[in-house]
């Protein structure tokens, strides 16, 4: 089964500060997720990879899969309080299609101090 | 207009009762989810209903039933709540194997 494994599992940042948090898979990623938890509130949809070498951005958060797929990068530049929360990747089972069936890593804490 | 909502949002119950949390969503999607999530974070997919036809049950105690009565909702009842049952439980809706939405979640302490 695909496991996807999460680094740091905490981050403390200043405000102001870039941070890269990672997701490594134990297979090839059909299709790479990234979602944002904060407590008491669900988690919010933020970007979704799946060509190799495929980045995307959302204001200050740009996330990119690597050309060997087993390997995704969330980078925020310039934190700010608002960005703290759980950061989650999530992966759809080897080969695609997977009617939601998403294998999550553990989640990066990340808490963002003015 | 909020896209996936599900209540209770919190739920405080004694072991051995029965209780449901119900999910509606309203973005026209075919395929639901519940999923939970462990003291430890990891969140598992439990069911998924697509077209009300339940297409994943990932190994979860028969205690557990999910119910669609129609496309946009998709409800979780729960039989003879067990301490372990404890977690946060994510309703989730997406159209077919697209991106996924989740609901904020429903906190189930049984106590």
């Known amino acids: 089964s695909q496991e996807l494994e999460q680094s740091p599992q905490s981050l403390i940042v200043q405000e102001g500060k870039n941070l890269t948090i990672n997701c490594t898979s134990s297979?090839?990623?059909?299709?790479l997720y990234w979602y944002k938890q904060k407590y008491g509130e669900g988690l919010i949809f933020l970007m979704m990879?799946?060509?190799?070498?495929e980045e995307k951005s959302h204001e200050k958060i740009t996330a990119k899969l690597d050309e060997k797929k087993q390997q995704s990068s969330l980078h925020i530049t310039a934190s700010q309080p608002s960005h703290a929360g759980i950061y989650l990747c999530?992966?759809?089972?080897?080969?695609?299609?997977?009617?939601?069936?998403?294998?999550f890593g553990q989640g990066t804490i990340l808490t963002v101090h003015p | 207009d909020t896209a996936v909502s599900q209540t209770p949002k919190y739920l405080v119950t004694q072991m051995g009762n029965d209780k449901s949390i119900k999910c509606e969503q309203n973005?026209?999607?075919?395929?639901m989810y519940w999923y939970k999530q462990d003291s430890k974070k990891f969140l598992k997919i439990m069911f998924s209903?697509?077209?009300?036809?339940?297409?994943i049950n990932e190994t979860v105690p028969n205690r557990f039933s999910p119910k669609s009565p129609d496309k946009a909702h998709l409800n979780l009842h729960i039989n003879s709540l067990e301490l372990g049952d404890s977690a946060v439980y994510f309703c989730?809706?997406?159209?077919?194997?697209?991106?996924?939405?989740f609901g904020e979640g429903s906190w189930l302490t049984v106590v």
């Open positions: 990879l799946q060509k190799g070498g």
């Open positions: 209903y697509n077209n009300k036809e339940l297409i």
């Open positions: 973005l026209g999607h075919d395929t």
């Open positions: 989730a809706s997406s159209q077919q194997a697209n991106t996924i939405y």
């Open positions: 999530g992966a759809d089972p080897p080969g695609g299609t997977s009617y939601g069936k998403l294998t």
């Open positions: 297979k090839t990623l059909y299709g």
